[in-house]
């Protein structure tokens, strides 16, 4: 073990050295992408909560989104009038901590980013009303989540459980906007639904604490930032310890304890297993 080991080590040493030719390197933006999707969920789950809590006139809400402004997240609901306002705003810091967080039921104008934010949303939402590309499942939901960042405008859609107990990963598309908030490309990011049910006892009475799901070449070679995602907002519910998503050319470990990702060519995945069995095999003859 202690070999395998040195060789893993020795293997991503090599790799950090060309910072170019690094996968986990490579990969960053889209973790970098993964967590701002995280924070607009977790803002969307938190605030969706504590507006209900405050809001008396719910016939009125005619919708929410989330966005981040620095170390701020913000849940914005606007109402249902043909030019709508914003009716409330739930603010939270980076530790989303639900007993201070900011409550705000004023009526307010939408700023210059929220007007931004919600007429993509609002076209993306049209979009995957009248589209067969959408496909929508039984026992799920579409999440919404419009970014702009850096000048790049796009909605990812995401495909949430109605019912506990299962994560879904796949059945994910993002569709991206001109500078005129027009529609340019939509897209399928997995081509199916996969629902990963956690709770599951081994043999032994142990809670599987990890799970793992592949990638059509369509899909990518690196994990997505939906994926990325999903895995923060549910692996503590999970008490999944590591997930990995295998594609022809990598394995990408994404640690739930920490939110980092290592990426490893499947070449080392391969060479490290026939080390092990080389390993095993001398251990059988002696």
């Not at 934010?117 to 939901?141: G, H, M, P, V, W």
């Not at 939906?226 to 907002?233: G, R, V």
């Not at 519910?237 to 304890?257: D, F, G, M, T």
């Amino acid at each position: 073990m202690k070999e395998l080991i040195i060789i893993l080590l020795t293997i991503l040493m090599g790799a950090n050295s060309f910072a170019q030719q690094n996968p986990t390197e490579q990969a960053q933006p889209i973790v970098e992408e993964g967590k701002r999707l995280y924070k607009s969920e977790m803002a969307s789950w938190h605030g969706t909560d504590l507006f209900l809590e405050q809001y008396t006139n719910q016939e009125n809400i005619g919708g929410y989104f989330s966005y981040s402004e620095e170390d701020t997240s913000k849940c914005v609901f606007f109402s249902k009038e043909d030019i709508p306002k914003i009716i409330g705003t739930i603010a939270f810091d980076s530790t989303f901590n639900t007993e201070t967080a900011i409550i705000d039921i004023k009526e307010r104008k939408f700023s210059k980013i929220e007007e931004g934010l919600y007429e993509i949303r609002n076209k993306a939402l049209n979009l995957i009303q009248s589209d067969t590309l959408f496909k929508l499942y039984e026992n799920t939901n579409f999440n919404l989540i419009p970014i702009i960042h850096n000048k790049e405008k796009k909605v990812y859609i995401l495909t949430g459980p109605s019912v506990s107990g299962v994560v879904i990963f796949g059945n994910d598309y993002l569709i991206t906007f001109d500078e005129e908030n027009e529609i340019v490309d939509k897209k399928q990011l997995h081509k199916n639904l996969i629902p990963i049910e956690y709770g599951e006892e081994r043999e032994d009475g142990q809670i599987v604490v990890g799970a793992v799901h592949s990638h059509l070449p369509e899909t990518g070679e690196f994990i997505t930032a939906t994926d990325i995602c999903t895995l923060m907002l549910y692996a503590k519910y999970a008490q999944w310890k590591s997930h990995n998503v295998v594609s022809e050319k990598y394995l990408n470990i994404w640690n739930c304890e920490t939110n980092t990702l290592t990426v490893i060519s499947m070449d080392a995945v391969r060479a490290m297993d026939n080390h092990q069995e080389k390993k095993e095999k001398r251990g059988k003859k002696k």
